[in-house]
């Protein structure tokens, strides 16, 4: 058997499929945010069907695997007449996946913040966007932060799932050099090694904001 | 179809069950002394929780497999899976057992009760009940990493039976939308029976 | 003055205020006491509009609180009003918490607002912790930042709901000098206390609360001091 062993390329090639892994990230955290702050304040403010809805619609992404949902827009695409990239795709149904998540941490941290602080402030004669944007969003910020750093980091670690897109990702990219070397063990501990520098301090940090700002309020 | 739905239950359900078992393992192996095997446990749940569960399987699968010993894609989803629950869930009963105070403890003490009895008649109920819903939460993560297997070739699950359709007529979006309808089901039956459990054990 | 007319409130269909009628005059302090439940709370609400009504009428400086085309956050500016739960912003610190109202809702500058709000919480003998975050202080002094928060508006009125009572028998005293100052000023309260001896000492009338209606209400020395009323009596016994 021939045991080509890993060369300087190899890591490079890894390393610029990591960059890929980011990308698709920085996208799908964008999308979802944007996305997610806009459901979550309908969610939270606007009680009754639409918000209801809304609530069941984004339940759904929640409830069917990424994977199928990759699978079905690539397949789907196609369909609607669209001409779009396998990385446009995985953008877009990463983001809504995204935002599915991110709703539910924004409503969660609104209603997060005490009926009773809120009363305060509109007994002072604070209007309702101001009650909104200056007592409601900096303390539903804290509540919210740790929780959106998780989703960040979850969707890092499931935009490896785009792989099946053949989009060269971390996981897509060790996975074509296994195949050259034939060193599944090290080329695995090798992207493992890499997921695990971009997560656990992001991870930490998340960790801190949370000790931190629990002993502050 | 419906015979690929059991197959994800199935694992889903195992990999939780088994998940439990590691999960507390590896929780009161991080808390305990400094030993090797709270460094073990650090780093499986520190592994499991920043790297992607598809990695996890793969691990299992070719990982193991270089190392001679070759396990089928459904025992590296299933290990795959189970070692991703495990990390998550471990984080989850330490976190339940640092939210009951240690007076619930003294107070149960203080009636009569042995050390043993305390834990098991006062903080077990109520780390529970604390744990109960991430353990459904996981459940329900659980059933979606199932369609994972697709990726390292099992075809008896769901999304394994949907893609030998798929590949047998190519009508991607059709099958795959059913496969979508099911998962969702899947995903609120068992949630559904989580729930209904829940009510009957948590009566107070 | 604050005028509350035949007054009916009802959540669901628990009717809480069952006809009550009730005025407060310019620098008058009225104390409010009754049992837990009775509605004491909820009129406070009604008066500045933070709980609607279902009958009657209330009117504060001739202005129809609910009426649909009163500004409420104007009338607040009025209507000073501080909970039991003093609800300190987390996020700001004491002075921002006192500055905040001012600068939002009266369009107060930077150096005004600081100045109003350093000078209010010096009158309630915080100038010391300006720079403090509400997690740091006492609930006590959180409370008394409450009033200063309030008393930031330059309001007319103070409507204080059980300010004390989830305060620790030590830092009720503190609270409760605060309040004795502001009456000796000349400011207008209704003060929902269970402070018998203060409501006593300060008011210039005391109305006592019973499911959801006045039972009875007069000058202290009546009220407390040789109730008519067998609930009144009752419920004077068991908070003394
Ligand atoms: N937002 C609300 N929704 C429903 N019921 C309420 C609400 N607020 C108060 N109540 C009820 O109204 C009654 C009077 O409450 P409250 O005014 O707080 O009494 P008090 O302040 O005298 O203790 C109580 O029975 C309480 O349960
Ligand atoms: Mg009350």
Known sequence: ?217 | MLAGCIVTIEVAVLSIIIGIAFGVLLALARMGRKDVWSWVANAWIEVARNTPALFQIYLAYFGLGSLGLHISSFLALLAGITFNNAGYLAETFRGGLRAIPGTQIRAARSLGMTAGQGFRLVVLPQLIRVVYYPITNQMILAVLMTALGLTVGLDSDLAGVTQRFNVLTYRTFEYFSVAAVLYYLVAKILLAAARLLAFRLFRY | MIEIEDVHKSFGLLEVIKGVTMNVARGEVVSVIGGSGSGKSTLLMCVNGLEPINSGRILVDGTVVHARETDLNKLRTKIGIVFQQWNAFPHLTVLENVMLAPRKVLGKSRQDAEAVAVERLTHVGLADKLKVYPSKLSGGQQQRMAIARALAMSPDYMLLDEVTSALDPQLVGEVLDTLRLLSSEGMTMIVVTHEIRFARDVSNRVAFFHQGRIHEIGPPEQVIGSPRQPETMAFLKSVL
């Not at chain 1, 919210?144 to 670690?157: E, I, T, V, Y």
């Not at chain 1, 090694?193 to 002993?215: C, D, K, M, N």
């Open chain 1, 1 to 217: 058997m021939f045991n080509a062993s890993i060369s300087p390329n190899d890591i490079l090639f890894m390393l610029r499929g990591a960059g890929v892994t980011l990308l698709l990230t920085f996208w799908a955290v964008l999308g979802g945010t944007l996305l997610g702050v806009a459901f979550g304040l309908l969610r939270a403010t606007a009680p009754g069907w639409p918000s209801y809805a809304l609530g069941t619609l984004l339940d759904v992404f929640r409830s069917v695997p990424l994977l199928i949902q990759l699978i079905l827009a690539t397949a789907f695409a196609p369909i609607a007449g669209l001409d779009w990239q396998p990385f446009t795709v995985a953008c877009l149904v990463l983001a809504v996946y995204a935002s599915a998540y991110c709703t539910e941490i924004v409503r969660g941290s609104i209603l997060a913040v005490p009926l009773s602080t809120r009363r305060a402030a509109r007994s002072l004669g604070l209007t309702w966007w101001d009650d909104l944007t200056v007592i409601v969003f900096p303390i539903a910020l804290r509540v919210g932060l740790p929780s959106w750093m998780n989703l960040a980091l979850g969707l890092m670690k499931d935009s490896a799932l785009v792989l099946w897109l053949g989009i060269i990702e971390l996981l897509r990219s060790s996975q074509i050099v296994v195949t050259r070397t034939q060193e599944p063990l090290l080329v695995l501990m090798i992207a493992g090694t890499i997921y695990f520098l971009i997560s656990f301090p992001i991870a930490r940090l998340g960790t801190w904001f949370e000790t931190r700002w629990q002993v502050h309020d």
